[in-house]
C-alpha cells in the first residue's frame, strides 16, 4: 500500500513538473528599460515621462497585482519613426486569446492584416497588426503575452509590420529579466 501511494504521489509531481513548466520559464519576470532598448533611444523628455507614469499608473488600475512601465522610443538612424511601448508584469495563467484585448486598447480597436510570428525562445504568443490610433493616424501595432508578461507597441513612421515585428521581438529579449 505504502508503495502504490509512492507511486501515485511521485506520477502526481511528475505529472505536475511537466504541465507548469511553461509557467516557470515565463514567471516571474520583470522588465528592464535602459536608456537604449534595440538600438532606439528613449526619448528623456520630462513631459512625456509624467505622461508615461500617467499610463503606467493607469494599466496598473486595470491589471491588479501588476507591474508596468511605459517609454516612448526614438530610432535614431529614421527620423519620425518612433514607438511607445508598455510592458505589464504579473502572472497570467491563461495568456491565450488576450493579446487582441490588450493590442486593441491602444487603437480604435478595430486590428487589420493581423498576423501571428515567432514567439522566440520565452514561448507565448506574439502578433503584429494595422490599426488606426486615437487620432486617427494609420499605426502598427505589435504584441506579445505569456504567462509572466504582456507587452504591447505602437509604431509610428510607417514602418511595415514585418519590420515592426523583428524590432519587438528584439525589444522583448532585451528588456525581460527573469526574476
Not at 69 to 77: C, E, R, V, Y
Not at 116 to 139: I, L, S
Not at 157 to 178: C, F, N, W
Request: hydrophobic fraction near 40%.
Amino acid at each position: 500500500m505504502l508503495g502504490v501511494l509512492m507511486v501515485l504521489s511521485l506520477g502526481c509531481c511528475g505529472l505536475l513538473t511537466v504541465v507548469t513548466e511553461p509557467i516557470r520559464d515565463q514567471w516571474p519576470v520583470r522588465a528592464v528599460l535602459d536608456t537604449e532598448i534595440a538600438g532606439l533611444h528613449k526619448d528623456p523628455d520630462p513631459e512625456l515621462q509624467a505622461l508615461e507614469r500617467e499610463l503606467v499608473e493607469d494599466v496598473r488600475a486595470q491589471n491588479e497585482h501588476a507591474s508596468a512601465i511605459g517609454a516612448k522610443l526614438d530610432d535614431p538612424k529614421a527620423k519620425g519613426k518612433w514607438l511607445l511601448l508598455v510592458v505589464i508584469t504579473k502572472l497570467i495563467l491563461d495568456p491565450s486569446g488576450k493579446l487582441d484585448r490588450h493590442m486593441a486598447l491602444v487603437g480604435d480597436g478595430t486590428l487589420r492584416n493581423v498576423q501571428d510570428f515567432d514567439a522566440g525562445p520565452r514561448g507565448g504568443h506574439f502578433r503584429c497588426a494595422e490599426t488606426d490610433d486615437k487620432a486617427g493616424n494609420k499605426v502598427v501595432v505589435c504584441g506579445w503575452i505569456d504567462h509572466g508578461s504582456v507587452g504591447v507597441a505602437v509604431f509610428y513612421g510607417g514602418r511595415p509590420i514585418a519590420d515592426s515585428a523583428r524590432l519587438m521581438q528584439e525589444i522583448r529579449t532585451e528588456i525581460l529579466v527573469k526574476a
